[in-house]
């Protein structure tokens, strides 16, 4: 599979590639990258887009019809295939064979787009995959990582002619690792900051992060593992009306049944509560916090709620239909104590 970066920039003068994959773990960059193609397309094509999910209900034969229909008005339609896992069966996977080998050969002028998540070698080597990356283009979404998300921070920002000095890039990584949304989405808010005369400096950053809404999903944590039912509902209630991004909510979710499971596991092995906390770098009030969680949780309830965190994230993703504000609220009641349902369809 070749790999084609140049369509992130919207200026960029190189061929549109008619198949494009775009696999990552990272919803800021799947939004991105997907984004960047279909507005390329646009500016370049009277386009029509069909978006298909490859689950259950994924018709091998309509499938490859879309590509075998030709427009009686010279405009072309974008195939957005989006994959809800990462492997293919063998019915799918040759139909896609089929659809990428035509684009290949000219026989269609339609554009195929799939998206999905992360691939290890082993499924980027496997028949399926293997057959239709002999045509595509891949958009590569390359993981940042804690030591260079501050890096990663000062160039986006650059990108939005903003000068962010060491220590605000330093302050605000620390803040946002392991999301990348609220970083972008705070680099944002300052741009728009800036281009009002507003200042940019650690102070601003540290404001606009702390009380950028009413409800600060920052604050969610400690209600999260003090059990405090009726405040994580309110809160989820305002964080919703105020358009907070579900990513970000799921993912301090995930932080704290992280921190409660590890804790957990560190003293399975014979740490004090103390000792348990230090390690997994958890200060102040939130021990007291994550002694009474540990009070509500066991290594089975915690599988549980990590299986609805994945159910979660798949819709918000798109990736199964269902309101992801509702799956949020049963699992910040379940981290409180709340028994989640048996099932959620």
């Known amino acids: 599979m070749d790999t084609w970066l140049s369509m992130l920039d919207a200026g960029q003068a190189a061929p549109l590639p008619p198949f494009v994959c775009v696999f990552t773990d990272e919803p800021l960059f799947l939004t991105q990258a997907t984004d960047a193609y279909r507005a390329r ?24 019809s879309l590509f075998a229909e030709v427009s009686l008005f010279g405009d072309i339609t974008l195939v957005d295939l989006r994959l809800n896992q990462p492997k293919l069966n063998k019915e799918p996977a040759a139909a896609l064979a089929t659809a990428s080998q035509w684009i290949a050969e000219g026989k269609t002028s339609n554009h195929l787009l799939i998206s999905g998540p992360k691939l290890n070698k082993t499924q980027e080597k496997s028949a399926g995959f293997a057959e239709i990356f002999q045509f595509g283009c891949e958009i590569q979404c390359r993981p940042v990582t804690a030591d260079s998300l501050p890096g990663w921070i000062a160039q986006t920002a650059k990108r939005k002619h903003l000068n962010l000095d060491r220590e605000t890039c330093l ?16 680099i944002e808010k300052l741009a728009l900051e800036a281009a009002t005369g507003g200042e940019t400096g650690l102070e601003q950053v540290q404001h606009m992060v702390a009380n950028s809404a009413r409800f600060n999903v920052f604050d969610l944590g400690p209600s999260l593992l003090a059990g405090d039912a009726k405040r994580i509902t309110r809160m989820l209630e305002g964080l919703c009306a105020e358009g907070e991004a579900a990513t970000l909510v799921l993912w301090a979710m995930q932080e704290e049944i992280r921190a409660i499971r590890d804790t957990q596991v560190a003293m399975r092995r014979g740490m004090s509560l103390s000792d348990a906390c230090r390690q997994n770098r958890i200060w102040g009030a939130r021990q007291s ?4 969680a540990l009070k509500r949780h066991t290594p089975g309830t915690l599988q549980a709620l990590t299986a609805w965190c994945y159910q979660a994230e798949k819709t918000i993703k798109g990736m199964r239909t269902g309101e992801p504000w509702t799956l949020l609220e049963i699992i910040g009641l379940g981290i409180a104590g709340v028994q989640p349902p048996a099932h959620w369809n």
């Open 41 to 64: 397309l646009r500016k370049l094509h009277d386009c029509q887009r069909q978006v298909l999910d490859l689950d259950r209900q994924f018709d091998e034969q309509a499938f490859l």
């Open 171 to 186: 302050w605000l990584a620390e803040k946002t690792e392991g999301n990348l949304l609220v970083a972008h989405q705070t």
């Open 289 to 292: 916090n994550i002694a009474q």
